[in-house]
């Protein structure tokens, strides 16, 4: 389709008679529907039952996959969700099982881990083909409370009048109770991310405050900085405070105009942002001048720091915004106008029913050739319109019907299919999920049976049956944010934006033309897509990643000069608890499948292949194993709950604690004289090392088998540098116990070490790796004490191959013995063969990640004569991660209430995996005995 637009009305009459032109002969639109075919998204949210936890907790999950279109994925069957902790630093996976896009799950926070800011993330195999950009990721605080905890009140400003910076502090210190810490000596360290930057010794006042100025210097400050404080005579009572080390009377404000950039003589829109020292929107008002200081633009930010304006920028002028923040005046120069170029803007406010596009060209580029207008949503081409820009410009008015609701992409292309402009806007359609929530009573009484009705409806009032997520939380201990994310914002904004959205929720929390420009703002200055022109024009590759469909194993066997082996019998073996056995054959290209596997949660197989004959071949088997994301990610700290802490979060943790000093006081105490309790670690097998391996071993650290699990396929040889800070290798070492032995001196070849303590013996299954080298180990009758290891050059490199040929999947556990001047490693595997583990040819042990079977959320049950003595103060009351609505879009469920009286949030969100989103909050009321329900 080819025109030159004289009016708006003939064009529009083009448009509606040929949308369904021939574009599937147009090169460009044939590129990009490849590029979909091949590359289809995947968006992934995770529902969680509250927004902060205790230690001790346990995280309830549900994840929904969906298609680029919303509807159900059924591409994926499995995805990967990850805990880190605030350091970025891997703790544990969960792979989920899929049905139909949905998965459950959960996280056991232990005991033991140390407060700070948690952060999870979730993601398809199929997803890391289009970087971490895609994934979900979601941080949240994990606290605790005891006698020890410190609550801060802070002040602080950073003053910049002078050359040399200086940051004023003012902080309160209090306990739990609000007693002041007065008079205490407090150690205090200003931290940039790992570097200490200053020191001092210091003492609250007898109201508990620390007033002090810290100077920075002329330096550029950067990075992340937080403020610690130890009292000296208890190390255990302790805080961090972060520093917000930037100007508060300065701001970020970043320009962005529609379609990419300004051209000269152009009519444009210009979006803008206006970031704060603490990253949110701040709110403006600015004027933009030229060189002559004439005002050519006036503005304010509608939300979050948004807001846009109109400019011509001209030839040879420069345009600069004028703003003021706190009294003092602020100068911002707008980017520079391309001398020559194209320009787009599109009104999609203005009529309800129409689009309205303004195509411009400057001179140069008023070419009588077939320019490309592309309209995509979800990941499909929804038009292409081919035009000519001879005049200098196009005028368009499109039907919103040709479109489907959520947001458009509109890309205009050169005559060369080189893009120049883009812009995405977003199409309402008001489709959505209606939910009402009602509970059989206004108000109950503490441990009373709670029943409630929710009925889904569309948007028209028809029933809908939907999948759904339900969290019941208690007010007083979890503070719901107004506009928080849920799984509409998500879905309809997030998935596709980039960079920090506050109160994303917010935009579709009322149908009302401010929110929709607010919306627009938004597109304008952060919307984005998750894949770039250069790589969806050029010729399509092959995907890196395999989307994982069914329970299967693919892999490939090569022969000899890695040459793919053709017509190979396989043979696959489950071992462990469920057996079964299964045969496939490989193909011209060696690639094989075993397909309809039995769904394990701990899997582990060996593959082998046969000849003809029926032996064991002499090939090479390669499976196409799992290969987990980088543990690099964006960690977003939240703030310390006890640092200007709010009651709700300070109720929370006190309740827990509470809790469990009351469950304590009730366990029933043995009689009689307790005797003090005794921890025998490995106590027989250390006695046998001693008797028979290392005369001197005494048990020095283990490495245990769920930790192991956490290293997911890390080799032997990197999880002992994670796990032993010193463990290094190195030719500087003692090689023995007595007289100059003792001393760490100079050999002629390395070997691995403690610090400059040698690692003597490696013991596989029992078996010395001194064995491979033909070396009998004489340790326990060496009267010198000196290990064949400090003389041997080649049982380091036998270490060597081990400890990298060797792999965290395959150990079962890792005791460290410490001797007099040497370490023993004693190493137990799964396969118990010891350390001849080089691979034999032709056959394959294969142990994919172990599918998570889901904990059930435990709801207690009380009848109408209980007389438990042990608290009842949950923070999360009930949680159902599978309700269903049925054909009628009716769905009932019952729990029960805890002992505290107040109210209880009711939250439920969810989707027909037909595009719709249902978000509702409801409220039911908890009142004490006795009072009038």
Known sequence: MRFTCISIAYCVLIILATLTGNAQTNPLVQKIESYHKNFPKENLYLILDKPYYNTGDTLWFKSVLLNANHSASTRTDKIYVELFNDAGKFMETRVISLNNGLGYGDFALKNTLPEGTYTIRAYSNWQQNFGTDYFFQKSFYVGNINASTWLLDSYQKLNTNTARKNLDLKIRITNVKNEAAGLHDVEVYLMNDQKRIMRADLQTSLTGVIETQIPLGEEKISGNYSFYIIDKKDQKKRAMLPILLQDIDEIDLQFMPEGGHL????????????????????????????????????????????????????????????????????KQDLPISNEEGTAIRIDHLSKPDSLLIYIKASESNRKDEHYHLVAQAAEENIMTLSFSLKSGFTNLKIAKAKFPEGIIHFTLFSPEQLPLNERRVFINYKHKINLNLKTAQESYNPRDSISFDILATKEDGSPLSGTFAVSITDDEQIKQEANEENIGSYFLLQASLKGNIEDPGWYFANDEPLNWLALDHLLLTQAWVGYDWDDVLKPVKTPEFKAEKDNLITGKVTGLFNKPAANINLTLLSMGKSFFVTDTISNGEGRFVFRDLPLIDSAAYT??????????????????????????????????????????????????????KLIDSTRIKPAGNQLKEVVILGNQREKEFVEKTAWDAKFFKKITEDELKQMRRKTLLDLLKEKIPNFTSGSFYADGCFGESARPKRHDFSNFLFGSSLISHVMIDKINTHVLNGKEDNYQENTNNISITANDPDI?????????????????????????????????????KGPWIAPAKGVYVYKPLPLYVPREFYSPKYGVNHNSTIPDLRSTIFWDANVVTDENGKAKLSFYAADLPGSYTIKVEGTDLMGRFGYQKSKVIIVDKGEPK
């Not at 600015?286 to 807001?307: P, R």
């Not at 090939?619 to 977003?636: G, H, P, Q, S, W």
């Not at 009651?647 to 509470?658: A, C, I, R």
């Not at 060597?800 to 007099?820: H, P, Q």
């Open 796 to 832: 380091f490199a036998t270490n060597s191959f081990i400890f990298s040929a060797l792999s965290a999947e395959d150990i079962v556990d890792i005791t460290i013995y410490k001797g007099c001047n040497n370490y023993f490693l004693d190493i137990t595997t799964r396969s118990g």
């Open 263 to 330: 051209v000269n003589g152009i009519y444009g829109r210009v979006g803008f942002k206006a970031i704060g020292a603490d990253g949110k929107g701040r709110d403006i008002k600015l004027k933009v001048v030229d060189t002559k200081n004439e005002v050519v633009a006036e503005a304010s930010t509608l939300h979050k720091g948004m807001g846009s304006f109109y400019l011509l920028p001209k030839t040879g002028e420069k345009y600069t915004a004028l703003y003021a923040i706190n009294g003092i005046e602020k």
């Open 607 to 660: 593959i082998k292949l046969k000849n003809a004959k029926g032996k064991t071949a002499a090939a090479t088997i390669a499976v196409d194993e799992f290969k987990a994301a980088n543990d690099k990610l964006t960690i977003n700290p939240v703030k310390p709950w006890y640092v200007n802490a709010d009651s709700t979060m300070l109720n929370f943790f006190k309740s827990v604690e509470k809790q469990r």
